[in-house]
């Protein structure tokens, strides 16, 4: 059978996603340090700064996790079509169809993807907006956390959750959606790589991906 290679995310679609990713597993290991750390605190300030680095690593990989959220929401509205938003929601009839399909095929009842269909499927495409929501939310507390005493994310972090201890609280809670996600999503991008020769977990990598 042959194989055409098509190109389906732009550089900075996968410049982001890997941004995302690693950003993402050093918030978590940092994160779950601020939140109960593992070695005696009591060497903190005498022989090292176990705290003091740990705080600091967090705050570089929020930058980085930062810059990754505004580069997906720039290509929600300019990438390319696979890339916009447009093409993970269910506001056509092609999408909404879409969101059966995959049921069907996850539910082994079906073979085959959508043979129409680079990008995303929606299922993925819809959960993939979710965890870009959820990044919002999440920068917007670690923000307030950072910086109480200015007044954008003092004005912010008010508004949207209170007191800082509800920031807290919210920013801890959802560090597990992300790690939920992350299993999930590494388990279903390699079974769809599995169930069909399009060339899904490379083309993360690479961008192309290929078709019959
Ligand atoms: C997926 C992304 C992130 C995860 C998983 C994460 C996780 C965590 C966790 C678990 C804590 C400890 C809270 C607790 O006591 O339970 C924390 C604290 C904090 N995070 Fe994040 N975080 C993320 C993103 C960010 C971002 C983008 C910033 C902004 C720079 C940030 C700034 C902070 C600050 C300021 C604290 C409080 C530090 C302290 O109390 O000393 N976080 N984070
Ligand atoms: C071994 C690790 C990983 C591999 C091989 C991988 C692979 C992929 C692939 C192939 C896609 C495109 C899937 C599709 O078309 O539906 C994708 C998208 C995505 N991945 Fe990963 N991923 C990994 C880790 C992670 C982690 C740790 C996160 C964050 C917690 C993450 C977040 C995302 C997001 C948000 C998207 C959607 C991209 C977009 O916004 O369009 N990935 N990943």
Known sequence: MAYQKKHCWSILLRLYHWAFALSIIAL????FYIHEPWTNTLREGSASWPMAWMRFAHF????????????RIFLYIFGNKQERIMDHLPVTPRN??????????????????D????GHNLLAGMTYVI???????????GFYLLFPELAIWEGYGLAIFGSQQWARYIHHLL???????????IYLVVWNDVQEPEGLVSSIFTGKKFTH
């Open 115 to 118: 043979p129409d269909r680079l």
């Open 96 to 113: 909404i169809k879409n969101i059966f399909s995959t049921l069907l095929l996850y539910s082994y009842i079906k073979e085959g993807h």
């Open 60 to 71: 570089i990989a929020g930058y980085v996790f930062t810059a990754a959220v505004i580069a």
């Open 28 to 31: 978590c290991i940092t994160g």
């Open 131 to 141: 965890t870009i929501i959820a990044a919002v939310f999440q920068l917007i507390s």
């Open 175 to 185: 560090m597990w959606w992300f790690m939920i996600f992350a299993l999930i999503h």
